[in-house]
């Protein structure tokens, strides 16, 4: 896709949006199969993005037209035809389908919108057409391009001896490339970030670069840096410690060998504490209480781990074949039920390549694997579900919830 071609995609026109939503107190709870027609994943985006007057934050033309990123576009042109990862990723992006990172910005902006605002911010700082915040919206380009900078800094190959790889000369351009244009949206989230002008913010979203990073030095991996799982064990007593403080680091050692407990920290710490602290962030911008903004956290946390357990599943559907990810929920499961089977795991430990995919897919699906990590699903769906419905109904809490619905079978 040309940059001009996607360019031209960002300006379809926008529907109105509806009036601020208010925060208020609900008690009742809805099930996440109790809207009769589910939404079709596309449509519950699309719909979701005219509520807040943007397709999303970051794919905007003051980015894609920038001289920085036009030229990041250029030198990616240079590795058609190699096989860097960086090609993969950037193909991620711009994927439409539910791996899509661009929607977090979108889902930050939603959760703004459902909330609605303190009485005590000044006009100036709303953007009354879209019913947000200007601060919530620079929130939600930081936490897009957060999570965008460490999917293009985990396209980094490594080159170093006794690997060897075909046509080296691209494949150090692609790193160069991956080094560089990930550090450039990091250093910008921070600028963007410093502006706002509020260090309770500048403190947790830092925390939740502290998290990703970590994310990276779980082990065990192979020398490529790919993660594995870690060796099953009977005495596991689970972990629970992702909500006791969510500024603290998570104890790693303790959550390994628990199939659940491994999954949910992995998760946590590449995905969940970046949406929870950015939902949480936003509700902290629009002068809501702790306790709100501590909801705002755990709605983050479950969609993520919802959302990442529905795309953990999709590699085993019918008809499906080639790699998947050895960390996903139905293979730790599996590993759990049948500990016999990680014996396939451990010829991966020098090079995940020399994995047999084809026999651990075999044992995923001949075991309950898939079956419990679509429980896991729904349990965090239902956890996301509740919060919500703490908020006053409104087309933006209705786009959250569709959004949810559209990642269930």
Not at 82 to 88: D, E, F
Request: glycine content about 6%; aromatic content about 4%.
């Amino acid at each position: 896709m040309s940059l001009s071609k996607l360019a031209a995609g960002i300006l379809r026109k926008r529907i109105p949006t509806t009036p601020l939503c208010a925060y208020t107190s609900r008690s009742n709870s809805t099930s996440v199969q109790a809207n009769p027609k589910k939404p079709d994943w596309n449509r519950a985006v699309s719909e979701a993005e005219k509520i807040v007057g943007y397709p999303n934050s970051f794919l905007s033309l003051r980015w894609l037209l920038s001289d920085e990123i036009a030229n990041v576009a250029l030198q990616l042109r240079k590795l058609v035809g190699s096989n860097h990862p960086l090609l993969k990723t950037a193909k991620g992006l711009l994927y439409n389908g539910k791996n899509n990172m661009q929607a977090w910005g979108l889902i930050v902006l939603l959760v703004s919108k459902a909330a609605g605002h303190s009485p005590d911010i000044p006009d100036m700082e709303q953007d009354k057409s879209a019913g947000v915040l200007h601060s919530q919206r620079a929130l939600a380009e930081v936490t897009e391009m957060i999570r965008t900078s460490h999917l293009v800094h985990k396209g980094l190959v490594n080159l170093q001896p006794p690997i060897k790889v075909d046509a080296l000369g691209d494949m150090i351009s692609g790193n160069k490339i991956a080094l560089l244009s990930g550090d450039y949206l990091l250093s910008n989230s921070c600028v963007e970030l410093a502006n706002l002008k509020n260090q309770e913010l500048v403190e947790l979203m830092s925390s939740a670069v502290r998290d990703l990073a970590e994310a990276e030095f779980v082990e065990p991996r192979d020398i490529q840096n790919a993660p594995l799982p870690a060796k099953p064990r009977s005495d596991g007593k689970g972990y629970a410690k992702f909500v006791e403080s969510n500024m603290e680091p998570l104890a790693v050692g303790e959550a390994l060998g628990d199939a659940r407990a491994e999954w949910t920290m992995r998760h946590v710490l590449n995905a969940g504490s970046l949406l929870g602290k950015s939902c949480q962030g936003t509700l902290k911008l629009a002068g809501h209480s702790p306790e709100l903004q501590q909801k705002g956290y755990l709605f983050g946390k479950h969609l993520a781990l919802a959302w990442q357990a529905c795309l953990d599943r999709e590699p085993f559907s019918p008809g499906s074949t080639g790699s998947f990810s050895l960390i996903s929920a139905p293979v730790l499961f599996t590993l759990q039920h049948n500990p016999d089977t990680y014996s396939l795991i451990e010829k991966g430990l020098d090079d995940i390549e020399k994995v047999d995919f084809g026999a651990v897919r075999k044992a995923v699906l001949d075991g309950p694997g898939l079956e419990i990590t679509k429980v896991l699903q729904k349990e965090h769906s239902q956890a996301a579900l509740e919060v919500l419905n703490e908020l006053r109904d409104c087309d933006a809490r209705t786009a959250l919830k569709n959004i949810i619905v559209a990642m269930q079978d």
